[in-house]
């Protein structure tokens, strides 16, 4: 089954702490791995793409095919990086869909 | 251009009626995506449309249809309205089907009573 888990809902970590936001999928074949984020009253964008292999806003995420993960790193937290992160995947399989997780909210403290 | 729209913004509907949402791209972008947010949860994908052509179908039940124009705007229909379709319904937009960077709408707030 095809399937994203972002187990965590909520992260808070305090500004200037490195930060993990952890996503774990499922999927035969080769999926195309992303990341978006929503800012308050804002709307879901595109924060990242495994196959562009660049950083965003500081962030980075590296695919790891062995475990099946894809998680988003940030080394220093700033305040601006609070907001709902969602982690989601691409791919053929009964048709071309979109899978996103449920989210992960980051609160970065002052 | 003002980014992908969607219209209406809000609506509330009874169960058992019939509703239609409208999405218009990107100008240029020639794919569109539905997907249904429930408070709580990530979108789930209802359907993609690339060249007025169903590409891509999720796992959602018959009285949930769509379609796509020849200037590339969507509607999502859905029938027979259940408490359960109360939602927000976003539209994304991309330029081509596949592995490609979506852009959302500010979605359409469904309310079923």
């Known amino acids: 089954a095809q399937r994203v888990t972002q187990p965590e809902k909520l992260l808070s970590v305090f500004k200037g702490a490195p930060v993990e936001l952890k996503c774990n999928y499922s999927?035969?074949?080769?999926?195309?791995l992303f990341w978006y984020v929503q800012y308050s009253r804002q709307r879901l964008q595109l924060l990242l793409r495994?196959?562009s292999r660049e950083s965003i806003k500081g962030f980075t995420a590296d695919l790891n095919k062995g475990e099946t993960s894809f998680h988003l790193k940030k080394p220093f937290a700033q305040e601006e990086d609070s907001a709902m992160y969602y982690c989601?995947?691409?791919?053929?399989?009964?048709?071309?869909?979109?899978?996103f997780g449920a989210g992960t909210r980051l609160f970065v403290k002052a | 251009d003002a980014g992908v729209t969607q219209s209406p913004t809000h609506l509330i509907k009874t169960r058992g009626q019939h509703v239609t949402l409208r999405c218009s791209p990107i100008?240029?972008?020639?794919?569109v995506s539905w997907y249904q947010q429930v408070l709580g949860q990530g979108p789930q994908f209802i359907f993609q449309?690339?060249?007025?052509?169903?590409?891509g179908r999720g796992n959602f039940p018959d009285r949930f249809s769509a379609r796509q124009f020849p200037n590339y705007s969507s509607e999502l229909n859905v029938n027979a309205l259940l408490l359960g379709d109360s939602a927000l319904y976003l539209c994304?937009?991309?330029?081509?089907?596949?592995?490609?960077?979506?852009?959302f709408g500010p979605g359409t707030r469904l309310t079923v009573t």
């Open positions: 994304a937009s991309s330029f081509r089907d596949r592995y490609y960077e979506q852009y």
């Open positions: 999927y035969s074949g080769s999926p195309e």
């Open positions: 495994h196959i």
């Open positions: 989601a995947l691409s791919g053929r399989g009964g048709g071309f869909k979109t899978i």
């Open positions: 100008s240029g972008h020639k794919s």
């Open positions: 449309y690339y060249e007025k052509e169903e590409r």
